[in-house]
Every structure is written in structure tokens, then in C-alpha cells.
């Protein structure tokens, strides 16, 4: 294909949607082997959820040292982290630097977003239009998304009439935002309001937290990297980098506990609780991984769970607060949240929690929140309620495929794709870490690289089998489907209310969008790419 404007007369070879951890690395390894590439990116700058995600305390909950690119030496070696678990600043800095010293920047449109892409089936190409009203032409469209992009700012009555100021955690203003003195409510308690809230009450007169649903948050134990710990981690970054990708959730190499190796029923409750203590006092998101059935089997995940109800006892004062905050879900079912003083900070006299469970807010007023029947008023509004998540962003995106079917249309009834890859329907369009794929179930990293590298070695393949079009079989997909859900199925996963399953979006269909089991999944990519694509159809040769 060549190197200036695409081979099929096209302005490029291929527009990647988003410039963040996906969209990088898809330019530099696809620029690698020597398509040619546009990226066009909403944001004023690259870096995508780091980009956004900028309210205080926004930090990585995996490792900096894990959550990193792999797919050079020299960066690696050369980038240096200063904290355990890197801060949003230190890893849009770390992006920046990619971006940089990849030359990346030449070929990314920002503040641009794109508004529709139609597939043109006589010639195999796509057209983006940009809300630039521009368009351009590419063979191939990559959406790099993100899963978590899609701001959800819910409808609740009386939302507009606020008149102090509100925000989304996702959305946060980059010139930042002094609440010294503010009386400011927090609605949400999911992960970005966990680490939020600790920053949030140091700074506000006063706190109130609307409650929805408890949250089980196990502590980061965040500080400095030692500097013999980062050295000793760069000796051995190829085999940590294979180790996790041989992780169910493609990270944990660094971990001085490692992947667990019982069950809960074959150990003694006096050594169950001895195990998960040393996993809550080590921090982090491998607490979940004290034993191989804790997101398998409901009486094992009894025992986690209640070791952190348990905790959450010893650390709040107020035994009415703490039953509160105390979850009752499986553990894990939504996601597990990685804490810096979270349930603490309600033993604080100007922090209140307010539940909401039973009749959610009832309406936000010019000088307020109500919820059960109280007025509570406040300053500022920081709305920590998620995004619309693994779809989200791909809805807002008109796109039309084969015959101008519509992607919403297709997905009307929840995400169906090939591999988390491919929709049929949608020729010459990839996804990564699309719905179907592990994405949000393992090291976003570990699984945007996997991704990135079939996709372009995809290409590559086609170009040199002279494909112009690639599109995964309706077949494959329905049976792919089948085996997310039937994988999904075997945990618990399902059993909860969560984002996995787009339950936080009033509407949205209720379906497991993420697939469990990183390692097994690659596999399966590497089997169906050696196959010569089995479950795509490719053509025509010219
Ligand atoms: P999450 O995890 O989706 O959390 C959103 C929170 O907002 C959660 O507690 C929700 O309660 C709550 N929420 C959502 N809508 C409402 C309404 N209408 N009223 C009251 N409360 C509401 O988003 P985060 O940004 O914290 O984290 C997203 C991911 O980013 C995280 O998992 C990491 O992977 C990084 P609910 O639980 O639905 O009852």
C-alpha cells in the first residue's frame, strides 16, 4: 500500500478512532509496517481516558510497572515510574512521551471527533465524517474507543437546575478546581469516587456521599517505587511481560504473592483468613486473587466478602455507617476497587453518607440534592456515576455497514461480535478491545497490545494475500456470543447490577459485554489468524 493517500485511491489506508493507549500503538505498528494511517481524536490532546479522567485522586489501579507499553525495550528501560500505582498526570505524561519520541503526532487530527462512518461496498472502503464536516476515506476503520469513554451524566429530575457548579469525574476541567471551603455532594461510589473522596473531603467544608450501592474497595498501599524494585523489574520485563500474558487477568507479574494455587474449600478458615490478610495488607486488586474459586463459587466469595465487611467494621467508627457502606453483592461483581483511606474518611465529622438505595436521588435542585425526602444543600455537584461503558462511545459513532445497516440497529439487542473483533455486517472495521473481548476484565494494557498487534498483523496478511475486505461470518459470531456467555455464565459475573452488563444505563440491553479468561482468549485470536482467518470471509483477490 502506499505511502502517501491509500492503495485504493483512498486519502489514507487506514483512520484509527482515538488517540489513547489503543489508538498509539495501533499508528506506530501499523505505521511500522508501512500502512498508511490518520488517527482522529475528540480530545485537544492524546491519551484518551487519561486525557479525561482528571479529578483528584485519579490514579491507575494496576501497578505502573504492569500498566505500561511492552512492545519496545528501550522505552521500557527508559521510562522511569515514581509511584506503585502511577497517577493520571505521571501516566499522561508517560503517553505524551510515547507520542513523542514515536513521532506520533504527525499523523493524529485532535479535537476532531468523528461522527459517522458509511461503508461503500462496491469499492470496500469506509467514509469518516468528521463533526469538522470533513471526510475522509480509508480501506479500513479501527475503533481504540475506549471501553470506559462514554460519560454517564444520569437524567435525574431537576439535573439543570443546579445553579453551582457540577462535574463529572470523567470529565473533569483541566485548569482543575478549588472546593476549599465548598459544601460539595459526591453521587456515586464506584471506583473514581473512591479515590475521589478521600482527596475531595480534605479539601471541601463538607461531604456528603450519595449512595447507591456499597462498594468493596481493598487498600493500594500506594507510595514510592523503590528504585531496586523498578531495576529489578526492568532485569526480567520480557518475562514479566510473558508471565502476564499467561495471567487470567493479564497482569500480576509484579506481585509478590502471585496467581492463587487453592480453592477456598480446601483450606482451613483459620488459614483462609490468615491468606487474605497478607493479600489486604500486600493491597491492590489481588486480594480477588487469594483463591482460584473466589469469582466461581458463591460460598467461597462469602469468605472474601465478608473478610472485607469485616475490615470495613474494624476501620469505620460508627457501626450504623459501616453497615452502610458494608456491600452486600459478590465481591467482584462489579469491580473490585483499590482505595487510599476510602472507608476512613467516613469516620471524618464533615463527611455524611447518604443512602440512596431503596428510592435514588429524587431530584437535584438550584441549591441541592433530595433524597429521601431531605433536601441536602451543597455548593457543587461531583458526579462520580461511570460511563456507558464497551458500547458507549462506538453508539455515538453513525455507523453504516453493509446495505447502510446501522450498528445501533445491529445491536439492538446487546454487542455481537466476532472475537470482540469484528461485527458482521461491518467489513474492514475492527474494534479494540471491543465487547467480546477481555478488555475490561484484565490489564487494559496487556489486552489493547494483544489486540493491536492481530490487527495489524491482519493487515498485513491481507495485503499480502491481495484482500481488499475482510468481515466476520454472522455464524462465528452467533457462536461466539454463545461462548462469552456461556463463560460468563460459569461465574458470577452476572449476578450483580454492574456496567459489565450495561445495567448502570437505564435501557441498555442487559448483556456480559467483557469476556473472562485473558490467556485462553489470546490463543484462540493466534488459532483463528494461523487458520487463515477461519470465521471471517475474506475477498475479493484482485
Ligand atoms: P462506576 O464504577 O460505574 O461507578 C458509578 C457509580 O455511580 C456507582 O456507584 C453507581 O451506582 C453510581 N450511579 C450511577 N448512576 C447513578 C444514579 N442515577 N444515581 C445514583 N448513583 C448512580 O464508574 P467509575 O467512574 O467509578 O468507575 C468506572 C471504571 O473506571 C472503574 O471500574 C475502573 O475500571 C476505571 P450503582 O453501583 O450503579 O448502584
Known amino acids: 500500500m502506499g505511502r502517501d493517500g491509500g492503495t485504493a485511491g483512498t486519502d489514507v489506508d487506514v483512520i484509527v478512532v482515538g488517540a489513547g493507549l489503543a489508538g498509539l500503538y495501533m499508528l506506530h505498528r501499523l505505521r511500522r509496517a508501512g500502512f498508511t494511517v490518520r488517527v482522529i481524536e475528540a480530545g485537544s490532546g492524546i491519551g484518551g481516558t487519561w ?13 505502573s510497572l504492569e500498566y505500561s507499553y511492552g512492545f519496545d525495550d528501550d522505552l521500557e528501560q527508559d521510562w522511569e515510574w515514581t509511584e506503585r500505582y502511577a497517577t493520571q ?26 461522527v459517522a462512518a458509511t461503508f461503500d461496498e462496491v469499492t470496500s472502503t469506509w467514509t469518516v465524517e468528521t463533526d469538522a464536516g470533513e471526510r475522509r476515506t480509508a480501506r479500513f476503520v479501527v475503533a481504540a474507543t475506549g471501553c470506559l469513554s462514554s460519560a454517564n451524566l444520569p437524567d435525574i429530575p431537576g439535573r439543570d437546575s443546579f445553579e453551582g457548579p457540577s462535574y463529572h469525574t470523567g470529565r473533569w476541567p483541566h485548569e482543575g478546581v478549588d472546593l476549599t471551603g465548598r459544601r460539595v455532594a459526591v453521587i456515586g461510589t464506584g471506583s473514581s469516587a473512591v479515590q475521589a473522596i478521600p482527596v475531595l473531603a480534605e479539601q471541601s467544608a463538607e461531604l456528603v456521599v450519595f449512595q447507591r450501592t456499597a462498594t ?26 510473558a508471565v502476564n500474558r499467561e495471567s487470567v487477568v493479564g497482569f500480576g507479574a509484579t506481585s509478590v504473592l502471585g496467581p492463587p494455587t487453592a480453592a477456598t474449600a480446601d483450606v482451613a478458615p483459620a488459614e483462609r483468613e490468615h491468606v487474605l490478610a497478607e493479600r489486604w495488607d500486600q493491597g491492590g486488586l489481588a486480594f480477588l486473587g487469594a483463591f482460584t474459586d473466589t469469582m466461581t463459587s458463591a460460598e467461597a466469595n462469602e469468605v472474601a466478602a465478608a473478610f472485607v465487611r469485616s475490615k470495613i467494621h474494624e476501620i469505620v467508627d460508627d457501626p450504623a455507617v459501616a453497615e452502610l457502606l458494608s456491600p452486600t453483592q459478590v465481591i467482584g461483581c462489579k469491580r473490585l476497587c483499590v482505595d487510599s483511606g476510602y472507608y476512613a474518611t467516613f469516620n471524618r465529622p464533615d463527611v455524611r453518607l447518604v443512602d440512596i438505595s431503596s428510592g435514588g436521588i429524587e431530584a437535584i435542585t438550584p ?16 458526579f462520580a456515576t461511570g460511563f456507558d461503558a464497551m458500547t458507549g462511545a ?72 491481495g484482500h481488499e475486505r475482510i468481515e466476520a461470518t454472522p455464524e462465528a459470531t452467533e457462536d461466539w456470543v454463545a461462548h462469552v456467555n456461556a463463560v460468563a455464565g460459569f461465574t458470577l ?30 490463543a484462540r485470536c493466534a488459532d483463528v489468524a494461523a487458520h487463515g482467518y477461519e470465521g471471517f470471509v475474506l475477498g475479493p483477490v484482485r
Open 51 to 63: 486525557y479525561w479522567n482528571r479529578y483528584p485522586g485519579a490514579r491507575c489501579d494496576v501497578p
Open 493 to 522: 459475573f452476572p449476578s450483580c447490577n454492574s456496567w459489565y452488563l450495561g445495567a448502570n444505563i437505564p435501557g441498555k440491553p442487559r448483556v456480559f459485554m467483557p469476556l473472562p479468561g485473558f490467556p485462553p482468549y489470546a
Open 216 to 241: 468493596y474497595t481493598v487498600p493500594a498501599h500506594n507510595g514510592a517505587l523503590p528504585p531496586a524494585q523498578q531495576a529489578e523489574v526492568k532485569a526480567r520485563y520480557r518475562e514479566v511481560r
Open 367 to 382: 441549591t441541592g440534592v433530595r433524597a429521601n425526602g431531605e433536601d441536602h444543600g451543597v455548593d457543587a455537584i461531583v
Open 89 to 114: 498526570p505521571e501516566i499522561l505524561r508517560y503517553l505524551e512521551h510515547v507520542a513523542d519520541r514515536f513521532d506520533l503526532r504527525r499523523d493524529i487530527q485532535l479535537a476532531t471527533r468523528v
Open 394 to 465: 462506538l453508539a455515538k459513532i453513525r455507523f453504516a455497514g453493509v446495505g447502510g445497516r446501522a450498528l445501533a440497529e445491529a445491536w439492538s439487542e446487546g454487542p455481537k461480535t466476532y472475537l470482540g473483533l469484528g461485527v458482521p455486517g461491518f467489513p474492514n472495521l475492527f474494534l479494540v478491545t471491543g465487547p467480546g473481548s477481555p478488555s475490561v476484565l484484565a490489564n487494559m494494557v496487556t489486552a489493547i497490545e494483544q489486540h493491536v498487534e492481530w490487527i495489524a498483523g491482519c493487515l498485513e496478511d491481507l495485503r499480502a494475500g
